[in-house]
């Protein structure tokens, strides 16, 4: 029937737009130099956009950031062996990086390795993953009023000071913050347990290794806490709440499918309008 026309439509329209995606991303990564058969058959086998992106994360062309500039100062070999978690004379090794102006002490060059990690760490397919899956059944989205907005935006008071599991809540007011904020009335955003989600990282980044020193210890930890506070959080959190705005949509559209339906079952009733455009 229609309905299921209309979802064959959908789904052909959306792995249409998918197949082209990897095409780009295929062809990106050729040009890099950095396509196996191995990436490849993987970028091939993916049946959803957000898991295409995650893979295609760690090799797209960026702007310049704090882990390229540290790379640029020769920091990577650094980095690598860190992330090793076994690095002999730790100290005399990271010292021997230190070169005049660029990198002047030792914590110049721990801040440019750590800042290289805090990016590994934030473009791991895994992780993202994980991350997005803990979020989207127990963060809380939270939106206050932008400042001025108090009279214009009367109409989302309710939503002023507001904070819900993003589980648990009905389409329809996910859907009505999101408006509010896209009107610049609310400031939205995801506020997820920062401890659980710490302990999701650590428990893909070490997977049961362990550093042969406390001090590397101690650097990669600060580094897994840069990632989440300054890259991951936002970032996922984005990609969540974009993830629920779009069950959102689909939920309502059910809903008003349902409403709309049992308009036009109902029994006639003379001259009185049944049936009316909503705007």
């Known amino acids: 029937d229609e309905v299921q026309v209309a979802e064959i439509r959908h789904w052909y329209l959306k792995f249409e737009e998918l197949d082209k ?12 130099d950095k396509l196996t058969p191995e990436l490849e058959k993987e970028i091939s086998a993916c049946v959803q956009m957000q898991h295409l992106e995650d893979i295609y994360l760690p090799y797209r062309p ?22 090793s978690f076994k690095v002999d004379n730790f100290e005399k090794y990271a010292a021997s990086f230190i070169d005049g102006d660029s990198l002047p002490d030792m914590e ?24 997005r899956s803990f979020y989207l059944k127990s963060a809380k989205v939270c939106s206050k009023v932008a400042k001025g907005k108090d009279e214009e935006g009367e109409k989302y008071g309710n939503y002023f000071n507001f904070s819900e ?24 955003k995801l506020e997820a347990d920062a401890g659980i989600s710490k302990k999701i990282i650590n428990r893909l980044f070490y997977k049961g290794a362990k550093c042969n020193t406390y001090r590397l210890f101690e650097q990669l930890d600060m580094a ?8 991951l959080n936002s970032s ?34 003379g001259e009185k309008r049944t049936l009316a455009i909503d705007p």
């Open 21 to 32: 995606r990897k095409e780009a991303v295929l062809k990106s990564i050729k040009e890099q």
């Open 62 to 83: 960026k702007r310049r950031t704090r882990a390229s500039m540290a790379k640029e100062k020769g920091l990577e070999p650094l980095a690598q062996a860190m992330l």
């Open 108 to 131: 110049s060059v721990l801040q440019g390795a750590r800042d290289i990690i805090a990016e590994n760490i934030s473009e791991r397919a895994d992780i993202r993953q994980e991350l």
């Open 165 to 188: 599991e993003i589980s648990r809540m009905p389409a329809h007011r996910l859907l009505a913050i999101l408006r509010g904020e896209q009107e610049g009335i609310l400031q939205v």
């Open 224 to 231: 897994v806490d840069d990632s989440l506070k300054r890259l």
């Open 236 to 269: 996922v959190g984005n990609e969540a709440l974009g993830m629920a705005k779009e069950k959102a949509d689909m939920d309502s559209i059910k809903v008003f499918g349902e409403n709309l339906r049992q308009l036009l079952l109902a029994a006639p009733v």
